[in-house]
């Protein structure tokens, strides 16, 4: 049965947590995420979900945990931010290599430093090339929907490959809205049972996972990975539109907003993109044509269907909520030129924004629409909004 | 544009601002309306102003971001009046509620909108025990904006503060929810 409650983003995804029900969840606290795993062992305590609930030491002993516990052919979830995350690196390119099709929820947050706790992009950016899809949520609504989603979409035969679905630090994770949340039954059905095909526990099918792989067959080992990168589109797709039937709320690779006609567009990730669209609305009253995408997935990232659909624009800013330390911006904005290299005409300004939490308000997303429309922006160089000089 | 109304919460670290931007939201999603509610995370420190923000809407809310151009104001400690600017951003047609004993002529000049008090401190002292003035300003709220009605308020009072706060504290905060509402005045 449908509810409407009253949640955070944190609380939403440990909601959604426990309608999955996962069999195993291992984990250390960091802030932002670290409210997510207090609401998540507290429905373990209770009882209210039948998780082995493993408290460890370290992220790095956490994602090993999920490693093993995955290997074994179980469900398994997880969550960190930040430092978090950047202390579990090299397992979290295991975990893709071995093709384990876990799902962890990474609350973004700063990679420091100097310390911050709030948000931007540069720890889930970091990995970008680690293998694991990544699906960015921009309100709670879309927390417990991508967590539902992501389960699905992990454990596809033709996938088998760890999913990310992230939401912004406290302006996402520590927000109180409203999230309509399907019933238990309906959200077990949709996510169904866990069928490992290669189990290490199955000793009448004994395999081995993460031997040594020298030249003879790595190389093929990573064009599979990298196949199995491809054929996630078309699940994340389907996923999205199967979701869609049974909610009312259906998803696809981006949210294109009134993008259609739009000389200007925005292209953000996250939270931004709402703020983005109240203000594209206000301008659309005063009669100009603007739009903005919401990229929702970005690894895979589907270079095709985005030129298609921004590319007959006059100009673009891609807004990047990570500084990319390449010398030209962020690291959105290089793959969203690539993918429309061959579309057109397109003019692409890329803008550098929010770091450590600061405030994206309406004025400068206007600001942002003004520059475009002037053609004041400098497309050699990376604008950073907001920052003082 | 204008079916929202965003409320800013101006106070000090303890005095509940936390607690009552997000309750007031939970509130409206409750009653079938968008609610979105949070604080403005900063150095945590018992006693150093801080801000939240509440977003009360007919239809979903889509800013994510500070409130910068505020509907109404809310003041839980008056001193904040004179170190910082609580109605900055706010408009001409825009309210501010202040937790004051002084009339709302005293701060003439102040806001650019109107003006309502309420000794929420010393109702909260009296009623509550404790100088936590965030119970008896969610009140004055509901009384000014009328975005929700005082019963409702109530009825939530007791389901999400019963098993925090035992039969004595919760009776106490519901009569200072109730009086700051009644209480609440504007000159004229």
Request: proline share 5%; aromatic share 6%.
């Given at each position: 049965?449908?509810?409407?409650?009253?949640?955070?983003?944190?609380?939403?995804?440990?909601?959604?947590?426990?309608?999955?029900?996962?069999?195993?969840?291992?984990?250390?606290?960091?802030?932002?995420?670290?409210?997510?795993?207090?609401?998540?062992?507290?429905?373990?305590?209770?009882?209210?979900?039948?998780?082995?609930?493993?408290?460890?030491?370290?992220?790095?002993?956490?994602m090993?945990?999920?490693?093993?516990?995955?290997?074994?052919?179980?469900?398994v979830?997880?969550?960190?931010?930040?430092?978090?995350?950047a202390?579990?690196?090299?397992?979290?390119?295991?975990?893709?290599?071995?093709?384990?099709?876990?799902?962890?929820?990474?609350?973004?947050?700063?990679?420091?430093?100097?310390?911050?706790?709030?948000?931007?992009?540069?720890?889930?950016?970091?990995?970008r090339?680690?293998?694991w899809?990544?699906?960015?949520?921009?309100?709670?609504?879309?927390?417990?929907?991508?967590?539902?989603q992501?389960?699905?979409?992990a454990?596809?035969?033709?996938?088998?490959?760890?999913?990310m679905?992230?939401?912004?630090g406290?302006?996402?994770?520590?927000?109180?809205?409203?999230?309509?949340?399907?019933?238990?039954d309906?959200?077990?059905?949709?996510?169904?049972?866990?069928?490992?095909?290669?189990?290490?526990?199955?000793?009448?099918?004994?395999?081995?996972?993460?031997p040594?792989?020298?030249?003879?067959?790595?190389?093929?080992?990573?064009?599979?990975?990298?196949?199995?990168?491809?054929?996630?589109?078309?699940v994340?797709?389907?996923v999205?539109?199967?979701?869609?039937?049974?909610?009312?709320?259906?998803?696809?690779?981006?949210d294109?907003?009134?993008?259609?006609d739009?000389e200007?567009?925005?292209?953000?990730?996250?939270?931004?993109?709402?703020?983005?669209?109240?203000?594209?609305?206000?301008?659309?009253?005063?009669?100009?044509?603007?739009?903005?995408?919401?990229?929702?997935?970005?690894?895979?990232?589907?270079?095709?269907?985005?030129?298609?659909?921004?590319?007959?624009a006059r100009?673009?800013?891609v807004?990047?909520?990570?500084?990319?330390?390449?010398?030209?911006g962020?690291?959105v904005?290089?793959?969203?030129?690539?993918?429309?290299?061959k579309?057109?005409?397109?003019?692409?300004f890329?803008?550098?924004y929010?770091?450590?939490?600061?405030?994206l308000?309406?004025?400068?997303i206007?600001?942002?629409?003004?520059?475009?429309?002037?053609?004041?922006?400098?497309?050699?160089?990376?604008?950073?909004?907001?920052v003082?000089? | 544009?204008?079916?929202?109304?965003?409320?800013?919460?101006?106070?000090?670290?303890?005095?509940?601002?936390?607690?009552?931007?997000?309750?007031?939201?939970?509130?409206?999603?409750?009653?079938?309306?968008?609610?979105?509610?949070?604080?403005?995370?900063?150095?945590?420190?018992?006693?150093?102003?801080?801000?939240?923000?509440?977003?009360i809407?007919?239809?979903?809310?889509?800013?994510?971001c500070?409130?910068?151009?505020?509907?109404?104001?809310?003041?839980?400690d008056?001193?904040?009046?004179?170190?910082?600017?609580?109605?900055?951003?706010?408009?001409?047609?825009?309210?501010?509620?202040?937790?004051?004993?002084?009339?709302p002529?005293?701060?003439?000049?102040?806001?650019?909108?109107?003006?309502w008090?309420?000794?929420?401190?010393?109702?909260?002292?009296?009623?509550?025990?404790?100088?936590?003035?965030?119970?008896?300003?969610?009140?004055?709220?509901?009384?000014?904006?009328?975005?929700?009605?005082?019963?409702?308020?109530?009825r939530?009072?007791?389901?999400d503060f019963?098993?925090?706060?035992?039969?004595?504290?919760?009776?106490?905060?519901?009569?200072?929810?109730?009086?700051?509402?009644?209480e609440?005045?504007?000159d004229?």
């Amino acid at each position: 049965m449908k509810r409407t409650l009253a949640l955070t983003g944190n609380e939403s995804a440990a909601e959604a947590m426990r309608q999955i029900n996962p069999d195993v969840v291992a984990a250390y606290p960091i802030t932002p995420q670290t409210e997510l795993m207090h609401a998540f062992t507290q429905l373990v305590a209770d009882g209210a979900v039948k998780t082995e609930m493993i408290l460890v030491e370290s992220e790095h002993s956490a994602m090993s945990a999920c490693v093993g516990a995955a290997a074994a052919g179980v469900r398994v979830m997880t969550a960190t931010s930040a430092n978090g995350l950047a202390l579990m690196w090299e397992i979290v390119y295991i975990a893709a290599s071995l093709r384990l099709p876990l799902v962890m929820a990474v609350v973004n947050r700063a990679l420091s430093g100097p310390i911050n706790i709030h948000c931007d992009h540069s720890d889930s950016m970091g990995c970008r090339d680690s293998g694991w899809i990544q699906l960015y949520g921009e309100n709670p609504q879309e927390v417990y929907d991508n967590m539902l989603q992501a389960v699905r979409i992990a454990e596809h035969p033709d996938v088998l490959l760890p999913v990310m679905p992230t939401y912004d630090g406290f302006i996402i994770s520590h927000t109180l809205e409203r999230v309509d949340v399907i019933g238990d039954d309906e959200a077990s059905a949709f996510v169904g049972e866990p069928k490992p095909r290669f189990s290490l526990l199955d000793i009448d099918r004994p395999v081995t996972y993460g031997p040594l792989d020298l030249q003879d067959y790595y190389f093929e080992h990573k064009k599979q990975q990298a196949e199995a990168m491809k054929r996630a589109k078309e699940v994340v797709r389907e996923v999205g539109e199967e979701y869609g039937a049974r909610t009312g709320r259906a998803y696809g690779f981006f949210d294109a907003y009134r993008t259609e006609d739009a000389e200007q567009i925005i292209l953000c990730l996250g939270s931004a993109a709402g703020t983005a669209k109240a203000v594209a609305d206000e301008l659309r009253d005063g009669g100009r044509k603007v739009g903005v995408l919401k990229l929702r997935m970005f690894r895979p990232f589907p270079a095709e269907e985005l030129a298609r659909a921004i590319g007959h624009a006059r100009s673009i800013a891609v807004l990047d909520r990570a500084e990319g330390f390449n010398g030209v911006g962020g690291p959105v904005c290089p793959e969203v030129k690539a993918a429309l290299y061959k579309a057109g005409g397109a003019d692409v300004f890329n803008y550098v924004y929010g770091l450590g939490g600061r405030d994206l308000g309406p004025d400068l997303i206007r600001s942002v629409f003004d520059d475009l429309e002037a053609g004041r922006a400098d497309p050699r160089e990376a604008i950073h909004l907001g920052v003082r000089s | 544009m204008k079916n929202m109304t965003e409320i800013r919460w101006h106070g000090r670290g303890g005095q509940g601002v936390k607690t009552a931007c997000e309750f007031f939201a939970a509130v409206a999603i409750r009653e079938g309306k968008y609610g979105q509610g949070f604080p403005e995370y900063g150095p945590e420190r018992s006693g150093a102003p801080m801000k939240g923000f509440t977003r009360i809407s007919g239809e979903a809310i889509r800013e994510h971001c500070g409130v910068h151009h505020p509907d109404v104001v809310v003041v839980l400690d008056e001193s904040l009046v004179v170190s910082e600017d609580v109605c900055d951003g706010l408009g001409r047609d825009g309210t501010a509620i202040i937790n004051t004993a002084r009339p709302p002529s005293a701060f003439a000049g102040r806001c650019a909108g109107a003006v309502w008090t309420v000794d929420a401190t010393k109702i909260a002292l009296e009623e509550i025990g404790r100088p936590i003035p965030n119970m008896p300003m969610i009140g004055a709220l509901a009384r000014v904006t009328g975005l929700l009605d005082i019963e409702t308020i109530g009825r939530n009072v007791e389901r999400d503060f019963a098993a925090k706060f035992g039969r004595k504290t919760l009776d106490g905060n519901l009569r200072a929810l109730r009086r700051a509402h009644d209480e609440v005045k504007r000159d004229g």
